[in-house]
């Protein structure tokens, strides 16, 4: 019985994946970060919703712990601590993105089912739209925080490269943060961004325009095995090696298209070589997504090599020296990403 309950709990879980992404898109929480304790029918009438949905929705974050409950008073508050997880998109906590990506990639669970019957695959371009939104939400936060003030200087010269001018290649880069991120960093170099979603880079142009960053960045739709330059100062890949058909083809591409003293910078979602190093909560988190989004699109495509989303830097590390590169280093890591360095 105690295994039931636990279930049961993760069935309440499974749902509030759902309760936040509607929390976050009706303003839910911004309200009440914004206004302190409320009862449902203040809640509603703030966010222009129907008191019962606001009412029903409350009682089930105070019963999951998101906020608390007076019962004296019969209002519901917000904690702060909470409210800077769920308001903040550009706090290191921000989490309403994570749970769009999880309740996207759950909305196509019977294509995986059909998918793991017939050994298919199912491309990225194929998921439902909180997928895409929500992978970029959910990564940005790690990349503001850390990418232009450790992740890069962790990597040897590339810095001081950035400041003088340098051109970068961001392979993979979805709806554009990394890319546009280094760009407002470093004013005096270009950048190319790439993906072979064409979606997700119309969005990316339209984020660089509201950026101002135009004059220095373009975005371009092509796969990793076959996107345009040579000669690139740092070619970058942001949490997408893993999903790849072919990343050793993707690995030799970059070989070709970078400069002899050049730097391939891999972001791969946090992960140790073996089984046993990866069970736990982050863990269970990315094999998930890697057993319903990730594997599923390396298998969508011609090679599908479907190395997962917890590969390991050894499983990397093969990848590269496939692709031409002989020196490989673990230069940075958060909870979430390892930050490799992979030089010619």
């Not at 190319?192 to 101002?212: N, P």
Request: with cysteine; net charge negative; glycine share 10%.
């Amino acid at each position: 019985m105690s295994f039931v309950f636990r279930a049961v709990d993760e069935v309440g879980a499974t749902l509030n994946a759902a309760l936040v992404v509607m929390g976050d898109k009706l303003g839910y929480y911004r309200d009440l970060a914004a206004h302190g304790p409320s009862t449902p029918g203040e809640l509603a009438e703030r966010t222009g919703t129907a008191e019962p949905y606001a009412r029903e929705w409350l009682n089930a974050q105070a019963a999951g712990g998101y906020v608390t409950y007076d019962p004296a008073v019969r209002r519901y508050e917000l904690p702060p601590e909470h409210a800077l997880a769920m308001t903040d998109p550009d706090s290191l906590a921000f989490l309403p993105g994570c749970f769009q990506i999880a309740l996207g990639t759950v909305h196509d669970t019977q294509h995986i089912v059909d998918a793991a019957r017939s050994g298919a695959g199912y491309g990225w371009h194929q998921h439902d739209t909180d997928v895409h939104v929500g992978c970029e939400r959910f990564f940005r936060p790690s990349y503001h925080a850390n990418l232009v003030g450790s992740w890069l200087p962790a990597l040897d010269g590339v810095t001081e490269k950035l400041e003088a001018g340098a051109t970068v290649a961001d392979v993979g880069c979805g709806h554009g943060a990394s890319t546009i991120l280094m760009a407002q960093a470093f004013p005096k170099s270009t950048f190319v961004g790439s993906d072979y979603h064409a979606a997700s880079i119309e969005t990316a142009r339209e984020r660089a325009a509201e950026a101002g960053v135009e004059d220095r960045v373009r975005f371009e739709v092509a796969s990793a095995q076959e996107f345009p330059g040579t000669g690139y100062d740092l070619i970058t890949m942001f949490d997408c090696l893993h999903d790849m058909d072919d990343p050793v083809g993707a690995a030799a591409h970059v070989r070709e298209a970078i400069a002899p003293d050049g730097t391939w910078m891999v972001v791969e979602p946090m992960a140790g070589d073996r089984v046993e190093d990866n069970l736990n909560p982050v863990g269970r988190a990315y094999y998930g997504f890697s057993t319903l989004l990730c594997t599923p699109s390396s298998l969508s495509q011609d090679v599908g090599l479907a190395l997962g989303t917890q590969a390991g830097p050894a499983r990397i590390r093969d990848v590269t020296a496939a692709g031409g590169f002989t020196r490989f280093r673990s230069v940075a890591e958060t909870p979430f990403n390892r930050v490799l360095e992979v030089r010619p």
